[in-house]
């Protein structure tokens, strides 16, 4: 069984920092990209940030500049550093992998619990 632990959510003000981590533990034969999705109230979910498991990454737009994705392979871990957070910034953070849990299985997509991010004017 494969499990991601979030953890780093909270509240900040404008232009403060926060940094989201995410754990993938259990059976996980090979990890593929890991990622954030980000959804605030009424809004449809969207894709912050994505690393491949060759440390290949993207963003949106939004974020650019003041985000940076990073993995740790080793530790089955990424991590979200969000500088010059903004108020339009919160939202619920949910980490997303692509696992493959055993070497006879497919690879299958995994979300965390979500994290809170809120930002203050």
């Known amino acids: 069984q494969v499990q991601l632990v979030e953890s780093g959510g909270g509240l900040v003000q404008a232009g403060g920092s926060l940094r989201l981590s995410c754990a993938a533990s259990g059976s996980t034969f090979s990890i593929n990209s890991m990622g954030w999705y980000r959804q605030a109230p009424g809004k449809q979910r969207e894709l912050v940030a994505a690393?491949?498991?060759?440390?290949?990454?993207n963003y949106l737009d939004s974020v650019k500049g003041r985000f940076t994705i990073s993995r740790d392979n080793a530790k089955n871990t990424v991590y979200l550093q969000m500088n010059g957070l903004k108020p339009e910034d919160t939202a619920v953070y949910s980490c997303?992998?692509?696992?493959?849990?055993?070497?006879?299985?497919?690879?299958?997509?995994?979300w965390g619990q979500g994290t809170q991010v809120t930002v203050s004017s």
């Open positions: 690393i491949t498991s060759g440390g290949s990454t």
């Open positions: 997303n992998a692509r696992i493959r849990p055993t070497e006879w299985d497919t690879v299958r997509n995994y």
